[in-house]
T-cell receptor, first 114, second 114 residues
Framework: NAGVTQTPKFQVLKTGQSMTLQCAQDMNHEYMSWYRQDPGMGLRLIHY???????DQGEVPNGYNVSRSTTEDFPLRLLSAAPSQTSVYFC?????????????FGQGTRLTVV | AQSVTQLGSHVSVSEGALVLLRCNYSSSVPPYLFWYVQYPNQGLQLLLKYTSAATLVKGINGFEAEFKKSETSFHLTKPSAHMSDAAEYFC????????????FGQGTTLQVKP
């Protein structure tokens, strides 16, 4: 059981480049989300999805796009990378959006924008 | 609006000593609270969660947390620290409503000295 899989683990981008961070889960979870982790700021929610075809913005959505065409996949797209997007990105999924449902996290993608 | 504050970005204890990591929450409705642990270069893993069934919650690896409504706190404790407990710990709360979105505290890095 793979859980939540993120690729790539590491990435270096030049300012202005675009890329997609991949996230896949094999637990048939309804709810998926993307967070970024920055020192001293905890994890901040970028975008989330409550099911296939449904996405919404989180706390820090600017510069990122998402889509959810299948239950399993929830890619995060950086449209035009900026140094401020240097961060560690985590994808998470949970069985449903209930308030007491545990979130399962991927291993993270460490992104550096130069 | 819900929020979480973790007091102390770094906590250092000796092996065998008591671990106390502090978390205070702000919520206009009964909260659902979580503690997650992040080991170096890994994703987040659930330690324990409070869902109103019991105020003292036991988690994995000997950790426990007590929900105190009067103090709006959910501090994490472990009677005797092990070297393997060295990690970053995050307190989190779910937003009101059936959204499943997690709001994280800033994180506390636990150092365990031999």
């Amino acid at each position: 059981n793979a859980g939540v899989t993120q690729t790539p683990k590491f990435q270096v981008l030049k300012t202005g480049q675009s890329m997609t961070l991949q996230c896949a889960q094999d637990m048939n979870h309804e709810y998926m989300s993307w967070y970024r982790q920055d020192p001293g700021m905890g994890l901040r929610l970028i975008h989330y999805s409550v099911g296939a075809g449904i996405t919404d913005q989180g706390e820090v959505p600017n510069g990122y796009n998402v889509s959810r065409s299948t239950t399993e996949d929830f890619p995060l797209r950086l449209l035009s990378a900026a140094p401020s997007q240097t961060s560690v990105y985590f994808c998470a999924s949970s069985l449903n959006r209930g308030k007491n449902t545990e979130a399962f996290f991927g291993q993270g993608t460490r992104l550096t924008v130069v | 609006a819900q929020s979480v504050t973790q007091l102390g970005s770094h906590v250092s204890v000796s092996e065998g000593a008591l671990v106390l990591l502090r978390c205070n929450y702000s919520s206009s409705v009964p909260p659902y609270l979580f503690w997650y642990v992040q080991y170096p270069n890994q994703g987040l893993q659930l330690l324990l969660k409070y869902t109103s069934a019991a105020t003292l919650v036991k988690g994995i690896n000997g950790f426990e947390a007590e929900f105190k409504k009067s103090e709006t706190s959910f501090h994490l404790t472990k009677p005797s620290a092990h070297m393997s407990d060295a990690a970053e710990y995050f307190c989190a709360v779910t937003l009101s409503g059936n959204t499943g979105k997690l709001i994280f505290g800033q994180g506390t890095t636990l150092q365990v000295k031999p």
